[in-house]
């Protein structure tokens, strides 16, 4: 439970500290709801530290904080450490903390440390010696520090150890180094991005230009919506800050196409636009740019700290992490879909079960699936802790790529690339065959069920034949994880010639303009409106307590998104179940979550 041990109370392991005491998978919206997030004022932050725990104002009592495993699992954003800092913790001391936030406290100078465990790294260390991420890369920038090459021998690779080590410059590298990897792409959105311009110009100076414009994209995706539901003037004002960055340093802006309503879902929207490609290392400030990873990319979140010193450098700090390998074999039954998978493998590894790590996804069930399944797959890989979701190019993925470039620049990817080229490409990031893995699951999905997580934890998975009879009021089907096309044709296919039960108010975000335009194309959106389906406009909305569908007080409601922590998705009374897109449909017709129609 997201709950301190016992009860919030002093638990003194000497007399000059006060410390309180909690227990696993504390998150990041646990730590600082993202409804928070609005205002970045540190003094703001710090009252709504832990809120939904301990209470507003609260951890001002405190000294200290000692945690069990997958302390800051969740969201990338930075605020989280901000907010402890600024309510006077001193240190956050945990069994395990989520590599993100891991990073995000480095970045910032809130000390850590790792209960049982004796952990240092020199890299590490000396950024903490420097003061944290900003004074140490001045320093490499003024040429006072240069970073050791990787003397790690001569050792087969994964593909995540593969790609590290050609960014980094190295001829090898192993789990544990520390590395700084060059960023072919970097993201941030609406909900980030103020923050980062103010601290790139802040520590870089105001005149400062960005590492390289055309490898930075900014989407309009997070916020957009939130007046929808609660007036919070400075939502648009991190737009604002946002769109004047983008026109200040050139880069891509992918803005909204009208009030409130997104282009795309930057997860959804860049891979669409034809900006990811095989063998990339990419950024983002948002934990699930681990999405990319399905396009054989090294993908993960990062805080602000770090893009901000990103844009300057071009470069990334990272431990190489170790990689988890996940067969997926056999032939799952035609209703079962990728976040049915998902879920399941995150029932068996837990939240804290890829912690620091990779999942690589290989097996024949993985060959059958379309691209916007395999990104479901890599999505939600940071929901187990993991750092990035990778499976290895194939002829699905250089189909669907080839459309995308030719949309964008006017020229097929083959076109620029011959076909042998783009087969020894995806030979050399591919794993070797002999390469180290930490350790290798095998899982036969012939007869796998549909999958429901039950709040407030992803990892609290049912077959649903387990869980009884649950009635609900809210279904959703949206957000990077379940508002693409295929998405969209899963709810279609349950709902056509059937009715919403009166009781529930089912919402449809298309993930993209792209996606709600195809959707139209092949009647998807004239099934879902004639069964009772309310279309919203493309954004994140509900999905971050940011827009229309979420649940209000003690309601329960069955969404098609990614995680289901208490007030991710509305009111923290509130019960988010998680499934495919297809239990929803059912679900939202059935009054109760259900995978039969009959």
Not at 44 to 62: F, T, V
Not at 197 to 221: K, M, N, P, T
Not at 301 to 325: E, H, K, Q, S, Y
Not at 425 to 449: K, Q
Request: aromatic share 6%; with cysteine; hydrophobic share 40%.
């Amino acid at each position: 439970m997201n709950t301190p041990e016992n009860h919030p109370e002093n638990h003194p392991t000497n007399q000059s500290e006060k410390v309180l005491t909690l227990g696993d998978d504390i998150n990041t919206d646990d730590i600082i709801p993202a409804k928070r997030g609005t205002n970045l004022d540190p003094a703001h932050l710090k009252r709504y530290a832990l809120e939904h725990i301990i209470g507003i104002d609260q951890l001002m009592n405190y000294d200290v904080i000692e945690a069990g495993a997958n302390f800051g699992c969740g969201s990338s954003r930075e605020i989280a450490a901000i907010a402890l800092k600024a309510a006077g913790i001193r240190e956050v001391r945990a069994r395990s903390f989520a590599d993100i936030f891991y990073r995000n406290s480095i970045n910032i100078g809130l000390p850590l440390k790792h209960l049982g465990e004796a952990e240092s790294h020199p890299i590490v260390a000396a950024i903490t010696q420097a003061g944290g991420l900003f004074a140490f890369n001045q320093q490499r920038l003024r040429g006072d520090i240069a970073l050791p090459p990787s003397d790690t021998p001569r050792r087969p690779m994964t593909m995540a150890e593969k790609l590290l080590a050609r960014a980094s410059g190295n001829a090898f590298v192993q789990p544990g180094e520390v590395v700084f990897a060059r960023v072919d792409l970097a993201m941030s959105h609406d909900a980030i991005a103020a923050g980062v311009a103010q601290l790139f110009y802040q520590h870089f100076g105001e005149s400062a230009r960005i590492w390289e414009r055309d490898r930075l994209v900014l989407v309009a995706d997070h916020f957009i919506q939130i007046n929808d539901i609660r007036v919070d003037p400075k939502a648009d004002l991190l737009y604002q800050q946002m769109v004047q960055f983008a026109e200040e340093q050139g880069c891509h802006l992918l803005d909204v196409v009208s009030p409130g309503e997104a282009a795309g879902i930057c997860h959804v929207l860049l891979p669409e636009r034809g900006f990811v490609r095989p063998g990339m290392v990419i950024a983002g400030t948002d934990s699930h740019s681990c999405t990319y990873g399905a396009f054989g990319c090294f993908s993960t979140g990062i805080g602000t700290t770090d893009m901000a010193n990103l844009l300057a450098t071009g470069d990334l700090w990272l431990r190489v992490p170790p990689t988890l390998r996940i067969c997926l074999e056999g032939t799952p039954a035609p209703e079962i879909s990728a976040k049915d998978i998902m879920l399941f493998l995150l029932g068996q590894l837990g939240c804290d079960g890829a912690i620091g790590r990779v999942l690589e996804f290989c097996g024949g069930a993985i060959a059958r699936l379309p691209m916007d399944e395999r990104m479901t797959l890599a999505n939600m890989a940071v929901e187990c802790g993991a750092l990035c979701g990778l499976i290895a190019p194939d002829a699905v993925t250089w189909e669907y790529l080839a459309e995308r470039q030719r949309e964008r620049t006017g020229e097929s990817l083959e076109e620029q690339l011959e076909d042998e080229v783009m087969a020894e490409l995806g030979r050399a990031i591919a794993s070797s065959a002999d390469a180290e893995y930490e350790r290798t699951y095998t899982f036969d999905l012939t007869h796998l069920e549909p999958q429901v997580a039950c709040p407030p934890k992803p990892d609290q998975v049912v077959g649903i034949s387990q869980l009884g009879r649950v009635p609900i009021t809210k279904a959703f089907i949206g957000s990077c994880t379940g508002g693409k096309l295929h998405d969209l044709a899963e709810a279609a296919a349950v709902l056509n010639g059937n009715r919403v039960a009166p009781q529930v108010s089912l919402f449809v975000v298309p993930a993209s303009q792209a996606v709600l335009q195809q959707a139209e194309v092949l009647g998807y959106v004239e099934i879902l409106e004639a069964a009772g389906a309310t279309i919203l406009k493309s954004g994140c909305g509900a999905c971050i307590n940011a827009g229309r569908g979420v649940l209000e007080a003690g309601e329960n409601g069955i969404y098609a998104t990614n995680r289901n922590f208490k007030g991710r998705s509305g009111d923290p009374t509130g019960n988010n179940y998680l499934a495919s897109p297809r239990v929803v449909a059912v679900s939202a017709i059935r009054g109760y979550i259900s995978s039969q129609l009959d």
